[in-house]
């Protein structure tokens, strides 16, 4: 459904569900989408004479996104919460590494990126994918051992709405754009869902087992509330 404010124009996904008592508007910064949840028996004319009256609000949450960063040549991404400028190398040989770099800041690290200039977001995507899942298997793993248990299968997934989940059969999955965090933060999603092979809820006993495994459960958890928005930005196209 497209909606219209002065000289905008927005676009609302509409989602009915049994449950839903009243019409709920929502701007997503993950997704950088707005999406309307109304009740099963609303009409779309009631669900976009709503929208519609909060169509002002809808551009103002829409501005207050974070811009996109796209991997480009040049720009400044964190790795394990440490920034590296992206430089392409379109003449060396390999894929992507990181090298130390003089800067007219001063030294920084440098994410550098082979081959042609077309091919350079997946490269760096591809290259912080593996990044994140040997972290995370080295992470998970440990903490699993400590507790006697192997995880089924650890994956990596682009997740919008979840940093990581635990299945019934002891599979864990977890965001790529967790590695761009600082690593204490890696680490204890790694723990989060190691306990959830014990306690598959967020009872007090999970909680208490997640503690017990990482001592910075509280900071993390913080830090993803403050910073977490942020880590969607990097790698979407610029608008």
């Not at 989408?33 to 669900?47: C, F, H, K, N, Y």
């Not at 192997?150 to 709405?161: F, G, N």
């Not at 459960?217 to 910073?227: G, N, P, V, Y």
Request: hydrophobic fraction near 40%.
């Amino acid at each position: 459904m497209r909606i219209a404010d002065k000289s905008a124009t927005y676009v609302v996904t509409l989602k009915r569900t049994a449950t839903t008592r009243r019409f709920t508007l929502r701007v997503r910064n993950a997704t950088r989408d707005v999406v309307l949840t109304i009740p099963q028996r609303a009409s779309i004319i009631e669900a976009r004479d709503f929208a519609e009256k909060h169509a002002a609000w809808i551009g103002e949450r829409l501005q207050k996104l974070p811009h996109p960063l796209p991997f480009v040549d040049g720009c400044i991404i964190p790795l394990r919460g440490i920034p590296h400028i992206i430089q392409h190398r379109p003449g060396a040989r390999g894929t992507v590494w990181v090298e130390g770099v003089t800067t007219a800041g001063g030294p920084a690290l440098a994410l550098c990126v082979a081959g042609k200039a077309e091919h350079l977001g997946r490269r760096v995507q591809d290259y912080l994918r593996t990044q994140a899942l040997a972290d995370l298997n080295v992470a998970a793993g440990a903490y699993a051992g400590k507790l006697g248990l192997t995880p089924k299968r650890i994956s990596i997934r682009d997740s919008k709405t979840r940093w990581g989940s635990c299945s019934a059969d002891g599979s864990l999955n977890f965001s790529w754009r967790i590695v761009l965090a600082p690593a204490f933060v890696l680490d204890y999603l790694a723990a989060h869902e190691v306990a959830h092979m014990v306690h598959l809820n967020h009872s007090p006993k999970f909680w208490t087992l997640t503690r017990r495994l990482c001592a910075e459960t509280d900071r993390a958890e913080a830090w993803l509330d403050a910073h977490g928005t942020q880590l969607h930005r990097y790698g979407q196209k610029a608008e």
